[in-house]
Structures are given as structure tokens and as C-alpha cells.
């Protein structure tokens, strides 16, 4: 991964909180009691005036029809029932933290939120820990779409899924912090047979 102080943060996300480090802090991300973002933890309540409004989950903007952007794994983007979890953002947002958030940035990065070290009083009520519908494993590499639009699922309360419309205006593949090239990402779909 990128020394994070070294990629050039968009405009757009210029005004965003910062962290104790200074790194810039997104929209969704929710905030405990004493004001600290929990990184690990989307604030579900910005995520869905995110949708309804039609704002960047990143910086919190408006996001113009031609440059929404989700980003998941190669089943969301490919499956014929592919669906995304996470909410659209602008591109500059998006290549911003394909470049330095250690989820997306780092591919060996295995850190999972361990609800033992949460103080459940420093929290809002009805934090999701956990969506059982998430594997474990990590994928092999990110796939960012670039899509017309998409639709919202909510098959049970407390779920909620972006089918995006198809076909994607353009597609790209990221790992460790870079973009890879259609023919890398297709030998590591096969390394890893993730369409077997």
C-alpha cells in the first residue's frame, strides 16, 4: 500500500473531518460517543440519506448520473445475480481509497471489528457487527464499475443490496493500492477460481 500522505487527496473530500492522524474521515463513517470514527462501522442512517439523495458515501456530494461508481468483489460485479453492499461514489473518491484505505488498499489486510472491543453505551443503537451474507475470505482482487444506475433490494430488515444496471459504462480492477489490467485480474480469477 501507498504511504496514504503521499496520494494526493480529490478536492471534493478536502473538507471532510480528519482523524487524530490527519487522515481524511468518510461521510458514512460512524462516529462514537466521544466524537472518534469508527472505520470499520458505516453509519447506516448517512448510508440511506446517501441513496435517497443521490450523494457520494465518500465525501458526502452530490454525485452527477454520469460518475457513480461501486466497488465490491468479482462475484458483484460479473454474477449474473451480482449485487453490491456498499452505496456509490464519485470516481476521484473511489480512486482515492482504492489507493490508500487498508481494506481496499491491502490485500493481505485481515482486520475484522471484534465487537468484544466496542463499548456497546459508545455507540448508536442497531449496529450491525455482522451481515452473514459476507464471506471471509478475501477476494482476490476489486472490481470498481462505473454504472447508469442501480436498484435497491431489501430482502429482510437489516439487509440491504445495489443490483447495478448492466451493461457498466466501464469497469476496472484494483489490487494492493493499483490498477491491474483485464488479462492480470483474469489469471488471478483463475488462480484463485472464483468461477468454478
Same mark, same amino acid.
Given at each position: 500500500?501507498?504511504?496514504?500522505?503521499?496520494?494526493?487527496?480529490?478536492?471534493?473530500?478536502?473538507?471532510?473531518?480528519?482523524?487524530?492522524?490527519?487522515?481524511?474521515?468518510?461521510?458514512?463513517?460512524?462516529?462514537?460517543?466521544?466524537?472518534?470514527?469508527?472505520?470499520?462501522?458505516?453509519?447506516?442512517?448517512?448510508?440511506?440519506?446517501?441513496?435517497? !439523495?443521490? =450523494?457520494?458515501?465518500?465525501?458526502? *456530494?452530490? @454525485?452527477?448520473? +454520469?460518475?457513480?461508481?461501486?466497488?465490491? !468483489?468479482? =462475484?458483484?460485479?460479473?454474477?449474473? *445475480?451480482? @449485487?453490491?453492499? +456498499?452505496?456509490?461514489?464519485?470516481?476521484?473518491?473511489?480512486?482515492?481509497?482504492?489507493?490508500?484505505?487498508?481494506?481496499?488498499?491491502?490485500?493481505?489486510?485481515?482486520?475484522?471489528?471484534?465487537?468484544?472491543?466496542?463499548?456497546?453505551?459508545?455507540?448508536?443503537?442497531?449496529?450491525?457487527?455482522?451481515?452473514?451474507?459476507?464471506?471471509?475470505?478475501?477476494?482476490?482482487?476489486?472490481?470498481?464499475?462505473?454504472?447508469?444506475?442501480?436498484?435497491?433490494?431489501?430482502?429482510?430488515?437489516?439487509?440491504r443490496y445495489l443490483r447495478p444496471l448492466r451493461p457498466y459504462v466501464d469497469v476496472q480492477y484494483?489490487?494492493?493500492?493499483?490498477?491491474?489490467?483485464?488479462?492480470?485480474?483474469?489469471?488471478?480469477?483463475?488462480?484463485?477460481?472464483?468461477?468454478?
Open positions: 500500500m501507498k504511504d496514504w500522505r503521499n496520494v494526493a487527496i480529490p478536492e471534493r473530500m478536502k473538507a471532510l473531518p480528519r482523524d487524530r492522524r490527519g487522515f481524511p474521515v468518510p461521510h458514512i463513517v460512524l462516529r462514537d460517543a466521544q466524537g472518534v470514527p469508527r472505520f470499520q462501522i458505516n453509519n447506516d442512517t448517512v448510508v440511506e440519506a446517501c441513496i435517497a !439523495g443521490g =450523494l457520494c458515501t465518500i465525501c458526502g *456530494q452530490s @454525485m452527477p448520473a +454520469d460518475d457513480q461508481w461501486l466497488v465490491g !468483489g468479482p =462475484l458483484s460485479a460479473f454474477h449474473p *445475480q451480482g @449485487m453490491y453492499i +456498499d452505496a456509490p461514489t464519485h470516481y476521484d473518491c473511489l480512486h482515492y481509497a482504492l489507493q490508500v484505505c487498508p481494506y481496499l488498499a491491502v490485500s493481505k489486510y485481515m482486520r475484522r471489528l471484534d465487537p468484544r472491543t466496542v463499548n456497546p453505551q459508545d455507540l448508536p443503537e442497531h449496529v450491525l457487527f455482522a451481515d452473514p451474507t459476507q464471506s471471509d475470505e478475501r477476494v482476490p482482487f476489486f472490481v470498481a464499475v462505473q454504472v447508469r444506475g442501480y436498484t435497491v433490494l431489501r430482502p429482510r430488515l437489516g439487509q484494483w489490487n494492493d493500492g493499483q490498477r491491474l489490467t483485464q488479462a492480470y485480474a483474469l489469471k488471478l480469477l483463475r488462480d484463485h477460481e472464483v468461477f468454478h
